[in-house]
């Protein structure tokens, strides 16, 4: 088995060689170390290697390693953020990938006014269309733009979407391209900055690059399997 810097230098080695495919610089693609559930050790290890940004599934996990981890990390909220939960977020990460509640878009605005910040999200789109996954339907992308400008807390930076869980990764392909489509025509019509498309997990990460995505967030494959 190789350890977690072998794993890393495989991991960018393959964004590179998959971003060069798609006319761009490996530079240009950010790399999200998914850390749920992982030790510290384990994630110092991988920061020692040169990485930057972690994301975290649940907030209460991520708080406990903000306290101990060193505070320069980009921390990414990718899991699905509850309203209750809002209040510990603020300031204190990058980017929440996983924006697709009104309801939840209120409070971040709510308090990110309280805060004087601006809260940078990504809405999530279900492009497989699933029951099991959070996000918005591809035809509603539209009004919730529409509905996010009522909100100055919050500043929409892209989108993101989580591919349908498939053997082959090749047939995640079509659903990634569609997300480039979204992406650019909404960034097309959009007043703001729209700027990431987050899609790509360690399965499937070169194909969501190769089309267009240019946010990934890879766990296994830098951290081995998961230990729940």
Same mark, same amino acid.
């Given at each position: 088995?190789?350890?977690?810097?072998?794993?890393?230098?495989k991991?960018?080695?393959?964004?590179?060689d998959?971003?060069?495919?798609?006319?761009?610089?490996p530079?240009?693609?950010t790399?999200?170390?998914?850390?749920?559930?992982?030790e510290?050790?384990?994630i110092?290890?991988?920061?020692?290697?040169?990485?930057s940004?972690?994301?975290e599934n649940r907030?209460?996990?991520?708080? !406990?390693?903000?306290?101990?981890l060193?505070s320069?990390?980009r921390?990414?909220?990718?899991?699905?953020?509850?309203?209750?939960k809002?209040?510990f977020?603020?300031?204190?990460?990058?980017?929440?990938?996983?924006?697709?509640s009104?309801e939840?878009?209120?409070?971040?605005?709510?308090?990110?006014?309280?805060?004087g910040?601006?809260t940078?999200?990504?809405?999530?789109?279900?492009?497989g269309?699933e029951?099991?996954k959070?996000?918005?339907?591809?035809?509603?992308l539209?009004r919730?733009?529409?509905?996010?400008?009522?909100f100055?807390?919050?500043?929409?930076? !892209?989108?993101?979407?989580?591919?349908?869980n498939?053997?082959d990764?090749?047939l995640?392909?079509?659903?990634?391209?569609?997300?480039?489509?979204l992406?650019d025509?909404?960034?097309?019509?959009?007043?703001?900055?729209m700027?990431y498309?987050?899609?790509?997990?360690?399965?499937d990460?070169?194909?969501?690059?190769?089309? !267009?995505?240019?946010?990934?967030?890879v766990g296994?494959?830098?951290?081995?399997a998961?230990v729940?």
């Amino acid at each position: 088995m190789m350890g977690i810097r072998e794993n890393i230098e495989k991991v960018r080695h393959i964004i590179a060689d998959s971003a060069l495919k798609s006319g761009r610089k490996p530079e240009d693609i950010t790399l999200v170390a998914v850390s749920k559930t992982v030790e510290e050790e384990r994630i110092r290890e991988a920061i020692s290697c040169g990485i930057s940004h972690l994301g975290e599934n649940r907030v209460q996990e991520m708080m !406990g390693k903000m306290e101990n981890l060193p505070s320069d990390i980009r921390w990414n909220m990718i899991g699905r953020l509850q309203k209750n939960k809002v209040k510990f977020i603020i300031n204190r990460i990058e980017l929440v990938h996983s924006l697709c509640s009104v309801e939840v878009a209120k409070e971040i605005d709510r308090l990110s006014g309280k805060q004087g910040v601006v809260t940078d999200c990504l809405i999530q789109i279900n492009i497989g269309h699933e029951d099991t996954k959070a996000g918005i339907e591809e035809h509603e992308l539209e009004r919730f733009m529409d509905e996010m400008t009522a909100f100055p807390g919050i500043r929409i930076r !892209g989108l993101m979407a989580i591919a349908p869980n498939v053997e082959d990764p090749e047939l995640t392909r079509p659903y990634f391209a569609r997300m480039k489509e979204l992406f650019d025509r909404t960034a097309l019509n959009c007043q703001g900055s729209m700027d990431y498309l987050s899609m790509g997990m360690s399965h499937d990460y070169h194909v969501a690059i190769e089309e !267009g995505a240019n946010i990934v967030r890879v766990g296994s494959a830098i951290f081995g399997a998961r230990v729940y």
